[in-house]
């Protein structure tokens, strides 16, 4: 072992500067313009995987091929099987007037690496990578038998991924499934994430008149589809913060006194997060401090809003139709098609008459929940122990990995999440970073793992 992590230490430069090569794909799932990079970053990474010694296996999907690296030729029975999941795609990176340097472009400020993706995710499962890496290189044995699935439509809702793991089912049986794709409150509180929130999703549209309408003309005997849709998501929240959706809470199971206890460690300074989020006040539902508000609560968000001008100067129009994206974040145990089915019931029922209404239902993922108390989840706790030196803190993630759920109903197994991002690393905004430390530790933590795992 203590070879091992003397590789880890010896390489580091070269580890960050292969990570730079990797951040420097503009691998953007969501934008067709971007088939061939994803392409060429996929590639990439299978060559890379075999370089550091990983039978890797790039393997065609309908959309973007997946890379399937393993420590082994044949899986033998006796040896425990882990894998790792991880995403070489990206979102976009628009805007990109509000990047401080190009988004593919990496660069490296203090002990932060700056690029689309550095962080989300490709940072993070690129640190198990090397960790492998670092039993691989040094002849030193893994205690257990390990396979990498690094998948290329992650941010676009995994499309092919379930297809796929249910086609490989035999092969990719396993113990648990470690990801690494949360966060952690600090470099001082490594994290296990025992609970994640589900999405659901639905797009909003209200359509009023045939085409656009000289508001002089015709301004005053027409519903504007704009203020119609305005009054409609307005009347979807209350001013306590409760969504107003009839059923919407049913099925939310609440905490427990033990896990209120374990959230309430948390580091959490109100004025801070307010500072750092940049906004007056925090707001939101009513009775729950703020970190189980985001975490632990099921929310529903406007994610975007367009209708009539948006250009320079004034148009006078009634707008033909006003548009809205939503998502809402669930948690255990709502099931995103009901609250789907619930919310479209709703917007029928309290949508005016005077204007049309389609709500067309988006994707969705379950919320998940895994036992912080079973003995992987102990192990996992462990080998944060020794890698950041510190007590590591116990955490719900209000972000949804959906594919989580698709692996225990398909492979039956469980998810370890144990993420490296921290609070400020911007991941889906402009200016994404990883933390280099972050890194660092999570090699180690990753080399840490395996002799933990196995141990069980
Ligand atoms: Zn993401």
């Not at 389609?358 to 895994?370: A, I, M, N, W």
């Amino acid at each position: 072992m203590q070879q091992v992590l003397k590789y880890l230490e010896q390489n580091q430069t070269r580890f960050i500067g292969e990570l730079c090569d990797y951040v420097r794909f503009p691998s953007v799932s969501a934008q067709p313009q971007h088939k061939g990079d994803l392409a060429a970053c996929a590639n990439w990474l299978h060559q890379h995987c075999q370089s550091v010694g990983l039978r890797s296996r790039l393997c065609p999907t309908e959309g973007n091929p997946i890379i399937l690296a393993r420590t082994f030729q044949q899986a033998s029975r006796s040896r425990p099987h882990f894998l790792v999941y991880g995403q070489y795609d990206v979102l976009p990176a628009e805007p990109f007037e509000l990047w401080q340097s190009p988004p593919f472009e990496p660069r490296i400020a203090g002990r932060s690496l700056f690029g689309r993706g550095a962080c989300d995710n490709k940072g993070q499962h690129f640190a198990h990578l090397k960790a492998v890496e670092g039993y691989l290189k040094t002849g030193t044995e893994l205690p257990c038998e390990l396979t990498f699935l690094i998948e290329g439509e992650e941010e676009v809702g995994c499309t092919h991924l379930g297809a796929f793991l249910k086609s490989n089912r035999e092969e990719l049986k396993c113990e648990a499934i470690v990801i690494s794709d949360t966060g952690i409150p600090s470099l001082k509180h490594p994290a296990l994430t025992y609970s994640l929130r589900g999405i659901a999703a639905i797009e909003v549209e209200v359509r009023g008149p045939s085409r656009d309408l000289h508001s002089g003309i015709y301004g005053g005997s027409v519903e504007n589809p704009a203020m119609a849709l305005c009054q409609l998501l307005g009347k979807l929240r209350d001013k306590n913060g409760r969504i107003t959706i009839p059923g919407f809470y049913d099925d939310v199971v609440p905490l427990t006194s033990y896990e209120r206890k374990q959230l309430a460690r948390l580091p959490f300074n109100e004025k801070e997060h307010r500072d750092f989020l940049g906004v007056p006040k925090l707001f939101g539902e009513k009775g729950y401090p703020p970190v189980e508000q985001r975490s632990a609560r099921p929310t529903l968000e406007i994610n975007g809003l367009t209708s009539g001008y948006q250009g320079d100067g004034s148009k006078t129009i009634i707008p033909a139709w006003a548009r809205a994206k939503i998502t809402m974040r669930l948690v255990p145990n709502q099931k995103p098609a009901r609250i789907i089915k619930l919310a479209q019931q709703h917007l029928k029922r309290i949508c005016p008459p005077a204007v049309r209404l389609e709500v067309k239902p988006g994707h969705g993922g379950e919320p998940y929940l895994v036992s912080p108390t079973s003995r992987k989840a102990q192990a996992a706790l462990r080998a944060l122990k020794t890698a950041f030196g510190c007590e590591p803190v116990l955490l719900r993630e209000g972000g949804s990995i959906p594919i989580v759920t698709d692996f225990k109903k398909i492979l039956g197994a469980d998810a370890l999440m144990l993420g490296l991002a921290l609070p400020d690393d911007n991941p889906h905004s402009p200016n994404e970073k990883f933390s280099l430390d972050c890194f660092e530790k999570g090699m180690r933590m990753g080399a840490w793992l395996w002799q933990e795992l196995a141990q069980n």
